[in-house]
């Protein structure tokens, strides 16, 4: 499969996923972590919330028609008013709702990258596709490059950015007396990560935020990854360590001058692919993923 294709075949995928998708049927279940704090589930990305008597606050928001009944399930967990939404990427199925929120009076923030990839036209040479800008209300009002502090409801609320890996503004944000954290897509379950390096992620700075995770966190950390189940240090350990382990490999059979094309007959995921291969990226696609983001040279 040609690099050009393998795009294609994400973008595909990604279309074909939310044309399917009936929001109507849609319901947002929440999973209580603390007293304060909240994991979302519904369509799209986790949603993590945090009520108090000084507002409530949002981190990311899924699909923009989802937006009311996301606000109806923070409503009933606090009836206060969403003050802040974080969002911990840019992608769609994380920051949809962002124009919604914005309307409801909630303040957007997220990394510098996110504003400014939001503001304008992007274009993905490989697949031939121009992204128009995202609508003025959905840009991030306050934005952030490395580090960002909130101290609400007597808890300390801090945004990390540690690299580009999934993309170029990836916020991980962690509740520290809580003991709880959002990785958004910097930690996903749902099999092989997707890094998307047109906005600008990288596998190595993929898992240097992994490293830069695991030493945030310890065994008692309830770790809400971007997409599945409420996770633990162990869980995000271990895939660091797989997702290093192929990028080695890959590293190491380009180094011996294996061209990229070859690289899928190699069986490199080969013993990954039965716990890793259930989700929307595949082993052989993400062997190349890896292959040719390292050949460009991140
Ligand atoms: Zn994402």
Redesign the pocket.
């Known amino acids: 499969m040609k690099s050009n294709h393998l795009s294609i075949f994400f973008l595909l995928i990604a279309f074909t996923v939310s044309a399917q998708t009936n929001y109507d049927s849609v319901t947002i279940r929440p999973v209580k972590l603390s007293e304060q704090i909240y994991m979302l589930k519904g369509s799209g990305g986790n949603i993590g919330v945090m009520i108090g008597k000084e507002g409530t606050l949002v981190i990311d928001n899924q699909f923009a028609p989802l937006s009311n009944k996301i606000n109806g399930a923070v409503k009933t967990l606090d009836p206060g008013e969403i003050k802040f939404m974080i969002n911990t ?1 840019l ?1 769609g ?2 920051s949809g709702g962002n124009e919604n929120f914005y309307k409801m009076g909630a303040t957007i923030v997220a990394h510098d990258q996110v504003r400014e990839r939001m503001m304008k036209e992007s274009f993905n040479a490989r697949a031939n596709r121009t992204t128009p800008p995202r609508d003025k209300e959905a840009w991030p009002a306050i934005t952030f490059a490395d580090k960002l502090n909130f101290h609400l409801n007597d808890e300390d609320i801090i945004l990390h950015h540690f690299d580009a890996g ?1 993309t170029d503004g990836d916020v991980i944000v962690q509740f520290k007396k809580a003991n709880i954290v959002h990785t958004g ?1 910097a930690f996903v379950r749902y099999g092989y990560p ?1 890094i ?1 390096i047109s906005s600008g992620g990288g596998v190595n700075g993929f898992i240097n935020t992994l490293d830069k995770i695991l030493l945030l966190i310890d065994d008692n950390t309830k770790v809400i990854p ?1 997409h599945g189940e409420v996770a633990t240090k162990a869980d995000v350990k271990k895939v660091r360590d797989h997702i290093a382990d192929i990028r080695d490999q890959v590293a190491a059979a380009l180094k011996k001058g294996k061209k990229i094309e070859d690289m899928a007959a190699l069986g490199i995921t080969d013993k990954y692919d039965a716990e890793y291969g259930k989700g929307f990226v595949k082993g052989k696609d993400f062997v190349l993923m890896v292959a040719e983001n390292l050949k460009g040279g991140k």
Do not use: A, M, Q, S
């Open positions: 990427h992608h199925d994380h999934h897509d997707f998307d971007g």
